[in-house]
C-alpha cells in the first residue's frame, strides 16, 4: 500500500524560508519519480517542482530560483526547500508519485505566507 506522508507546513513573513518533507511508504522509492503540487484556495492544483529517479529536477517558471527539490533514497524522502517566500505561494502542498497502476497523493501540508 502507497502512502505519502507530508510534514513541515507552516505560517512563515514574507521573505523567509521553509522546507517540506514527503516520507515515502510501500514503495522502492529510489525506482519513481516524485512530485510537489500545491493548490490554492479557489484555483486548481498546479506541478511546483519535480524530480526524477536520476535526480533530474524540473520547476514552475513561478518558483524557479527559490524552491529547491531534492531526493535521500536512503530516507524514502522528497525534500522542497522554499526560500524568498511570497504571499502567493500560500497553498496546501501536495507529494506526488506515479505508477503504472495508479497515481498517489499524500494528505497535504498548509503553508501560509503572511506578515
Known amino acids: 500500500q502507497v502512502q505519502l506522508v507530508e510534514s513541515g507546513g507552516g505560517l512563515v513573513q514574507p521573505g523567509g524560508s521553509l522546507r517540506v518533507s514527503c516520507a515515502a511508504h510501500?514503495?522502492?522509492?529510489?525506482?519513481?519519480?516524485m512530485a510537489w503540487y500545491r493548490q490554492a484556495p479557489g484555483k486548481q492544483r498546479e506541478l511546483v517542482a519535480s524530480?526524477?529517479?536520476?535526480?533530474?529536477?524540473n520547476y514552475a517558471d513561478s518558483v524557479k530560483g527559490r524552491f529547491t527539490v531534492s531526493r535521500d533514497n536512503g530516507e524514502n524522502t522528497v525534500l522542497l526547500q522554499m526560500n524568498s517566500l511570497k504571499p502567493e505561494d500560500t497553498a496546501v502542498y501536495y507529494c506526488?508519485?506515479?505508477?503504472?497502476?495508479?497515481?498517489?497523493w499524500g494528505q497535504g501540508t498548509q503553508v501560509t505566507v503572511s506578515s
Open positions: 510501500g514503495i522502492t522509492f529510489s525506482l519513481y519519480y
Open positions: 524530480i526524477t529517479t536520476g535526480g533530474s529536477t
Open positions: 506526488n508519485t506515479k505508477s503504472a497502476i495508479g497515481n498517489y
